[in-house]
């Protein structure tokens, strides 16, 4: 599998050597818990009172999302589930990512003419992988958790039955696909009843939702996997273009990976690898401005700095990242100083870089804030940083009949054709082409941040930028501010294609505008905000723990208590 370079580990082997010189440092004695929503806020804390630990509240958390949230992730999707184990150091990626069916074809999304059907690639069952996020429920339950997962799942199987009043974020998110899911009568009657768009407070229900919980919550893999759920699973993707088999569900594995590692400025960060991207392009923009001094930059060169260092690390993302068990990543050329050094040689403060001057292909990018997140920390210290997804809003807004499970339509994610741009205007080429099995590329990068003073954990949707929004909030968490900071922090971002830096509206004024413009950067302020952040923080020298939602959404729920 992927391979960890010399230097960075040389690094946090300092770091190591440094938090344990220092003297004892109590556990927290809190729970925190910050989501996407206040109902699975409320049922991860609902598991910390029953004496439940930080592993066991991300099940219960991911599984209140998935009802609550259907638009954003779900037991149809997958996710990337970083866990921090301070007793004895130990880090771990549970990935639950969905996989490529084995018919999957490489040009399964072209046309005739070799062009990409969009529709196809993100629209009903033929754009949904196999789902991972129950299998990763099951086990993060077995391997992490202390109590059963029937119990875990309780939460969410009573919201899937009594139901959930709608909020604006489902209203808003449905907006953007009610037109796909009308096309699946019985779909859009489980989230638009009648429909229409649900009026706020409305109830909506998910009775086949709880009975496959149930199944899942008695059966475990077993559950969703093979038997009745599956078979209506398979029989209702294929009615309607899909190509999965029962086989393809049987074979499901989730798999832990060696998390990604590197320091920067006295803290240590651990956060996604391959089949993230995040965790690769992240480290490599650290490493590129660490000699730099970012406090003492005015606005304008910060972020010409920053998104030199972006564009290069999403030109490294188009050319060499993929699922590690289908391609070989070089990880230790992109993490190493000397090829960062490479790359710095390059950036020039006095004037952008063109991304055609830094060789592959072009692109476009639209708007969306998808996707969840949940930060959570236990009494002991134990950490959770989460990210889960269906792909765009409600997924593949399709749901095989009887079973109220909401497919992804996660192949996407998947470089459909050399160089030409997904939803996001990612572009790919060979490593992340389609094959049967593997896993599509992601930009989920779940962090934790921690130095001898103080932890960090954090992470957002937003498609391609969710690795810009990390960065970002990593920087500032590094700058000595507290969560309500990170998650509210005015963003910007670069992915080499296409060729801008896109600003969130009211960060930088014109005159700022006018300097980036004046170094040969085009900019973009975008009529949208993005993003939807979640952190929590234990200042361990002032014994405080934080917890705080983006304020983008009202529907967030961010909460601190005593732990029992
Ligand atoms: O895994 C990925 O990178 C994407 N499927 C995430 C999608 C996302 O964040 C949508 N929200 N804006």
Wanted: cysteine-free; glycine content about 10%; overall charge negative.
């Amino acid at each position: 599998m992927i391979r960890f370079p010399s230097a960075p580990g040389a690094r946090v082997l300092a770091f190591l050597v440094l938090l344990v010189s220092l003297p004892a440092l109590a556990a927290p004695g809190r729970v925190a818990v910050s989501s996407a929503h206040e109902l699975a806020t409320a049922a991860g804390l609902e598991i910390f009172e029953q004496g439940g630990n930080a592993f066991d509240a991300a099940v219960a958390v991911s599984a209140a999302l998935a009802v609550v949230e259907p638009a954003s992730s779900g037991i149809g999707g997958g996710g990337f589930w970083l866990l921090h184990r301070p007793e004895d150091d130990f880090s771990t990626m549970v990935d639950g990512r969905e996989t490529a069916p084995a018919a999957a074809t490489r040009d399964m999304y072209l046309d005739d003419d070799g062009e990409v059907v969009r529709d196809l690639a993100i629209n009903g069952p033929l754009a949904a992988g196999i789902p991972g996020a129950p299998a990763a429920w099951v086990h993060l339950a077995d391997r992490y958790g202390t109590l059963p997962l029937a119990q875990l799942l309780g939460p969410a199987i009573r919201l899937a039955e009594e139901g959930f009043p709608v909020d604006s974020k489902y209203q808003t998110l449905l907006n953007f696909r009610a037109h796909i899911m009308l096309r699946w009568p019985d779909t859009a009657e489980i989230f638009m009843p009648g429909g229409d768009i649900p009026e706020l407070g409305a109830i909506i229900r998910q009775p086949e939702l709880a009975n496959t919980l149930r199944a899942l919550a008695e059966q475990g893999f077993d559950g969703f996997y093979r038997g009745p759920v599956a078979e209506k699973l398979v029989a209702g993707a294929n009615a309607e273009g899909g190509i999965w088999s029962l086989d393809d569900l049987a074979a499901y594995e989730v798999v832990e990976r060696e998390v990604i590692r590197t320091s920067y400025r006295g803290h240590e960060l651990i956060t996604a690898s391959p089949p993230s991207s995040g965790g690769i392009a992240i480290a490599q923009i650290l490493n590129l401005v660490e000699p730099y001094d970012l406090a003492a930059m005015s606005r304008v060169e910060r972020v010409h700095l920053l998104s030199e260092a972006m564009r290069r690390a999403y030109r490294d993302r188009a050319l060499y990242l993929g699922d590690p068990d289908f391609v070989e990543i070089p990880t230790d050329m992109l993490l190493s100083p000397h090829y960062a050094a490479g790359l710095r040689a390059g950036i020039r403060m006095d004037r952008a870089t063109p991304s055609a001057a830094l060789a592959a292909d072009p692109s476009l990018l639209p708007e969306s804030d998808n996707t969840t997140h949940f930060s959570l920390m236990d009494g002991d210290g134990n950490l959770v940083s989460a990210t889960l997804t269906i792909n765009l809003p409600y997924g593949a807004a399709y749901v095989p009949p009887g079973t109220g499970v909401l497919l992804n339509n996660e192949m996407d994610d998947f470089s459909a054709a050399p160089g030409v741009p997904n939803e996001y205007g990612l572009i790919g080429f060979e490593a992340n082409a389609i094959e049967p099995g593997k896993r599509m590329l992601s930009s989920m990068t779940p962090t934790i941040v921690q130095s001898p003073e103080r932890v960090a954990v954090l992470g957002t949707p937003g498609g391609a930028r969710i690795i810009t929004m990390v960065l970002l909030g990593v920087l500032d968490f590094i700058d000595g501010n507290d969560p309500a900071s990170w998650v509210s922090l005015p963003r910007f971002h670069h992915q080499y294609q296409p060729d801008e830096i896109s600003l969130e509206r009211g960060f930088l004024t014109e005159e700022e505008i006018a300097e980036l413009e004046a170094l040969g950067h085009e900019v973009t302020v975008r009529a949208r905000t993005w993003g939807n952040m979640h952190g929590v923080m234990w200042d361990r020298v002032n014994d405080r723990v934080e917890a705080a939602h983006d304020p983008r959404w009202d529907s967030g729920g961010a909460e601190v208590r005593d732990s029992r």
